[in-house]
């Protein structure tokens, strides 16, 4: 496809007059092996009858410009230019790599081609979080009928329809492939022939996990396979490959339950309900949600999630709360709150990061899924990954962390009316769907590359990758196009309506917003919308007439600001986002190393693998 792709650019800038045309590639070295190999092959293989017609006036090292007025670049970036087509190869490795490159791409080079323009996003998956698996998700959910001119056709190209990928000598397979090939066979509809099966063990001899991110046979799976750059990817599709991710509940009501918090000061609070059985470890529940304090989480844990709690494994860090060290203050009040159980709390000790997730991805072999309850934990864990150094051409040991904030000037709506965000503090309160809550805390950061949004009622300037609520959904800053329909504050029946909903399960508006499915939440803002406009009340507003991309020479200061419960807030009048379960896991296997090393766990590995030969056998 990348070939194919590249020459097709080739061929409309030697074939049209004055047409720009920019490929993107995903480091210097592949930009020039395109250049070089393929391009370069290509104009010296032509037919000699056309070649006097090519009129090539100036070959660079990235750059090839014709007669007829049209000029073909190859680089890492398109910055600066405006084409009218555009080829973004292997996309999926510049968002693993480089997400900021990444943000550039989506928020600069992409923003410049018209809409009577071509663009050609390719690439194998890189793990499934980044910009590229976001528009081929949006894409698969969306379907490519009704396409408007902004939105991305999807083609996805399974391994199976290659009928070069064959072998007729017979290779010996394990049984867990060949209940593969029925899976696939039964889900899409097609036969895939002995020859086939043969090519495909072969080639999975040769790249082991990295077979499915190479030659998927499904859409989902091509985002679900391992990379370097995430840590648990390949653990958790070990999970599935194993069976250890359950439609069944695996708790056993007469063993004890261990919990890990993370207590969330930057992100949301994350708990996660696992036991210790026999070498297993089983994950059986999670909970997510904003810092409440220790008096909600203790009646919750008591009152809500009646488990038999052993252990309460307490996040290490010294992150503090109204002057408070977590450590003292959090240690003490759940030993209060659960005077009158037998549960141990336990504050961990603080360890290098990069030992923690070394020790969780060990331990992740022994893990075994509740899904039903753990399915978001899962793929949560699953996009954790690391940061890439382009001076080193490697992936670091280093966790990535997104920026995502306003400018300053951004005006947030509190008692007292409309504030600045660089004005807010801990402590103070802002209006969200379900009314004012309070500021857990307040961020500052620096950047130089935002993004302006202006839509029918407001603008607002942010970093591309901070999430607002749309009618697609929560869905990053610079994704938004001419025409979405974003959540404002004149929506009052809307966002109202979905808090109401989500209170009536126990669910702050974000976490109702997003377990609501496209047709759910299309149909909920079509109908209040025509209730709206029946009534004569305000019309619907929060039309996207423009999303711009601003790069500036120099680092400006941008905010965020972290609320309870519904964790969201207005900003100039726009509903917008302020999550990190990961470090929830990584303590929970914390606990486990601590529980082992106590001796609480003994004669345990043997008993382990027993239980899972016997569940591999019954599936």
Not at 30 to 49: M, N, S
Not at 269 to 296: L, W
Not at 403 to 420: A, I, Q, Y
Not at 489 to 498: A, F, N, Q, S, V
């Amino acid at each position: 496809m990348s070939t194919f792709s590249i020459l097709y650019l080739l061929d409309e800038v030697i074939w049209n007059s004055h047409t720009a045309g920019g490929i993107v590639s995903y480091s210097l070295e592949h930009a020039q092996h395109i250049f070089k190999r393929i391009i370069g092959h290509a104009l010296e293989t032509f037919p000699e009858e056309y070649k006097s017609r090519l009129g090539i006036l100036q070959r660079s090292a990235r750059e090839i410009s014709f007669s007829n007025g049209s000029y073909l670049r190859v680089d890492t970036t398109l910055r600066g230019g405006a084409y009218q087509l555009v080829l973004v190869s292997e996309f999926g490795k510049t968002c693993a790599r480089n997400p900021l490159k990444a943000e550039e791409v989506i928020t600069g080079t992409l923003q410049t081609v018209p809409s009577t323009g071509v663009v050609i996003i390719e690439s194998t998956g890189e793990g499934n979080s980044g910009f590229y698996a976001d528009l081929v998700s949006q894409a698969a959910q969306r379907g490519n009928e009704n396409l408007s001119k902004l939105e991305y056709k999807l083609f996805f190209f399974p391994w199976y329809i290659e009928k070069n990928y064959v072998q007729e000598q017979k290779v010996e397979y394990e049984v867990e492939l060949t209940d593969y090939f029925d899976k696939i066979e039964k889900e899409s509809n097609v036969t895939i022939t002995q020859p086939q099966r043969n090519w495909y063990a072969v080639q999975g001899n040769v790249l082991g996990d990295k077979l499915k991110q190479e030659f998927p046979s499904t859409v989902a799976e091509a985002f679900i396979s391992s990379s370097d750059a995430y840590y648990f990817q390949k653990g958790i599709e070990a999970a599935h490959n194993d069976n250890r991710c359950l439609s069944i509940n695996p708790y056993d009501a007469l063993e004890p339950v261990y919990l890990a918090m993370d207590i969330g000061v930057n992100d949301l609070t994350v708990m996660v309900f696992f036991q210790a059985i026999h070498g297993e470890i089983r994950i059986i529940d999670y909970y997510s949600d904003n810092s409440k304090g220790v008096d909600f989480y203790s009646r919750f844990l008591q009152q809500e999630k009646r488990y038999l709690y052993h252990t309460i494994f307490l996040p290490h860090d010294a992150k503090r709360r109204d002057g408070i060290v977590v450590e003292n203050t959090y240690e003490r009040e759940f030993k209060k709150l659960f005077s009158g159980t037998d549960t141990r709390f336990i504050v961990l000790k603080q360890t290098d990061k990069n030992i923690t997730i070394s020790n969780a991805k060990m331990k992740l072999s022994r893990c075994v899924f509740n899904m039903n309850r753990v399915k978001p934990l899962i793929e949560q864990i699953c996009k954790y990954r690391k940061k890439w150094s382009e001076q080193y051409g490697k992936y670091l040991d280093e966790p990535y962390h997104d920026l995502s904030c306003f400018v300053g000037e951004t005006k947030v709506l509190t008692p007292n009316g409309k504030v600045r965000i660089d004005e807010i503090k801990q402590g103070d309160y802002v209006l969200t769907p379900s009314g004012m809550h309070k500021v857990l805390n307040a961020f500052k950061k620096k950047t130089n590359i935002l993004v302006k949004i202006e839509t029918d009622i407001s603008s607002i300037k942010c970093t591309p990758i901070h999430k607002i609520f749309s009618s697609k959904g929560l869905v990053f800053a610079d994704s938004l196009c001419e025409y979405d329909q974003v959540i404002t504050l004149g929506d009052t029946k809307i966002w109202k309506e979905i808090s109401s909903l989500g209170k009536e399960i126990g669910l702050g508006f974000k976490e109702y917003f997003l377990s609501m499915s496209q047709k759910q939440r299309l149909n909920l803002m079509d109908i209040t919308t025509k209730r709206i406009n029946t009534e004569n009340d305000i019309q619907r507003s929060g039309r996207v007439q423009k999303v711009v991309e601003l790069n500036l020479d120099t680092e400006v200061e941008v905010y965020d600001l972290e609320i309870e419960y519904d964790h969201c807030y207005f900003a100039n009048d726009i509903l917008v986002s302020n999550s990190n379960y990961a470090d929830a896991f990584i303590y929970s296997m914390q606990g486990v190393s601590h529980l082992e090393a106590a001796g609480s766990i003994k004669g345990a590995l043997s008993k382990h693998k027993d239980i899972v030969e016997r569940r591999r056998l019954k599936f």
